[in-house]
């Protein structure tokens, strides 16, 4: 399954959560119609019987489309504004979840080795699938084995693990469970979490709101006559709302759960399909079922977001109906059909400093894999929203490719804002761009940034935007004042010259999406625009300016442009070249923000054009690959690092 049908399937797994969580809460409605026909028609019958004896009995009426509309109204109301409460919380993002389930993020320069051996995994997988480095976040008092992903959009997840995954998993182990929980970044399996956990405890609170009336029962309760009838309704509404709302609640779990289960069993194929390595993940899920404790989480949220975690996170009630993830056993026969049935009872890891040094060079490593062949358009486009064993071990030798202080200063408060300013200087201006550091930024990020140039300088052309990459989650978490004078200085040396190149305006959109944008509450990103004729002159921009950063020959230009129309027949008569005097930044910018709410279907036909027309003369360069990879990541199909000539 590529990454447009599992974005195709996201989407519609959600509708049919909608529809299922519609039927819940219209079960509720009625049940609490039910409820309050008889409660009014008990209190009815018992007025009338203290006022007249010789009256007959009161019959219950059970169907009064006042009392309906009233209690659909409130229920409405309760579940609704409790569900958007919980959304606001969760929408600050993956890092807002993760510290509420307890998290510590990792400090990047961190000298624990298992922390590092888990950032060095995170970011290989990030580099390799081409999306934003998540921040990581670690659970130092859970002593379970466990992880999970969080988070509305790429650009804001974040990945946690416990610190028993630290002490238990070797470096493979650890490898399967974080590629599964890539595959619910990819999969876009996060915001339909986000969406699970805000409208159950929508339902929730119904039941909530009940128990808190019985509570205050007790508080009210003595006397006699009107005061006993008062109490009497009190502890009648009371219980009637907890049944009502705790019923809804039970039927909601219900749904996430089941929901919950089926993409765990993709999730694992798919980590098993990233690494090749199903004994990594199999023997991680063997782990869990021989530890004492296995993969249960202490903290008080874990019920309530158990279903983003790696494993079962807490002990499922009514026989399993709420259980969030398949039983292990089922887990590790569909990833290993010949295990033996045993469980594996974790001793500690003891070759964390033997993997940390033969990550970092010290140790003899294992030989070069052949260079990889370089990709087919189509091939290329199957690569978006996923990565393969090879792209990771590309991805470990791009980094390698980096020198070490250009990988620590990424990791470093102080000094990721300065290593990209170093990136955008362009060496035909530099005194001038380093005066203009010194101006907006002072004389600290001015060092930092003539120390990193030289190192800047001579990185290859795919190791550019990997690099920014790693700078990401620092980025994110600056302060307000520290984003704002970083903003300001980065527009200030791409504007320098007074031009600006393509790869200038793609590394300034990408900082805008992963750390501008990211930082604010995200909203709701489903497709908005399902017309191909709806974008043809956004497309036929798009495709130009790829076109005029392939070549400076205006015919090589024309023959690129029409290699990647040629891709899109349904816009034969509407795509039309423009030269690089026709369009400027700002309308490709628009142009790319409309893509970016066009459908899965429009987005992958545009991506596989704009592939054509880079390779449209047989070889993709390397600056050429990234340009294609920055276009992809703003319209929010991820692209790995493309196989590029040099």
Known sequence: MDFFEAQARAHQRTKRLVLLFALAVGGTIVTSYLAAVLLLGQAGSRSRDRSDYDEPAAVTQWWDPQIFAGVALGTLAVVGLASLYKWSQLRAGGSAIAELAGGRRLDPHTTDLRERRLLNVVEEMAIASGVPVPAVFVMDDEPALNAFAAGLTTSDAAVAVTRGTFDKLNRDELQGVIAHEFSHILNGDMRLNVKLTAIVFGILVIGVIGRGVLQSFGRVRGGGGKKN?????????????????YIGYFFGRLIQAAVSRQREFLADAS????????????????????????????????????????????????????????????????????????????????????????????????????????????????????????????????????????????????????????????????EKLFALIGSLAGGDALVRTQEFFPLTSQL???????????????????????????????????????????????????????????????????????????????????????????????????????????????????????????????????????????????????????????????????????????????????????????
């Open 271 to 430: 980590a098993v399909q990233f690494t090749r390595n199903p004994g990594g993940i199999a023997n991680a899920l063997r782990k869990i079922g021989g530890f004492a404790i296995g993969s249960n989480i202490d903290s008080s949220h874990a019920a309530e977001i158990g279903h983003f975690f790696f494993a079962q996170s807490f002990r499922s009630n009514f026989g399993g109906l709420w259980a969030t993830h398949p039983p292990l056993d089922e887990r590790i026969r569909a990833v290993d059909p010949q295990w033996d049935g045993r469980f594996i009872d974790p001793p500690e890891v003891v070759d964390v400093a033997r993997e940390s040094f033969v990550a970092a060079g010290f140790a003899k490593k294992k030989p070069a894999p052949p260079p990889l062949q370089p990709l087919s358009p189509v091939a290329a486009m199957a690569l978006a929203g996923s990565f393969t064993p090879e792209r990771v071990t590309d991805a470990q030798q791009l980094l390698d490719r980096i020198p070490p202080r250009l990988r620590e200063a990424a990791r470093q408060p102080g000094e990721a804002a300065a290593l990209v300013y170093a990136l955008l200087i362009d060496p035909v201006n530099e």
């Open 460 to 646: 290859p052309a795919a190791a550019r935007l990997p690099l920014i990459n790693l700078t990401l989650p620092v980025l994110r978490n600056l302060s307000d004042a520290a984003l704002g004078q970083f903003a300001r200085t980065a527009d200030a040396l791409i504007m320098a010259d007074g031009e600006v190149s393509v790869f200038e305006f793609m590394i300034q959109k990408a900082l805008i999406r992963h750390v501008v944008v990211a930082r604010q509450p995200q909203a709701h990103d489903s497709p908005a625009i399902f017309s191909f004729q709806a974008v043809a002159a956004e497309i036929s921009l798009v495709l130009s300016v790829l076109a005029s950063a392939s070549s400076d020959d205006t015919a090589a230009q024309t023959a690129a442009f029409a290699a990647g129309a040629a891709q899109l027949p349904l816009l034969a008569n509407s795509l039309n070249f423009a030269p690089a005097d026709a369009w400027n930044f700002p309308q490709l910018d628009a142009a790319l923000d409309k893509l970016a709410t066009t459908s899965g279907p429009i987005k992958q036909r545009a991506l596989l054009a704009a592939a054509h027309v880079v390779s449209s003369d047989g070889v993709i360069l390397a600056t050429e690959a990234e340009l294609l990879r920055a276009v992809a990541d703003t319209l929010g199909c991820p692209l790995p690092p493309l196989h590029a000539a040099a």
């Open 229 to 245: 009838d008062s109490v009497a309704v009190v502890f009648a509404v009371g219980l009637a709302l907890m049944i009502v709302g």
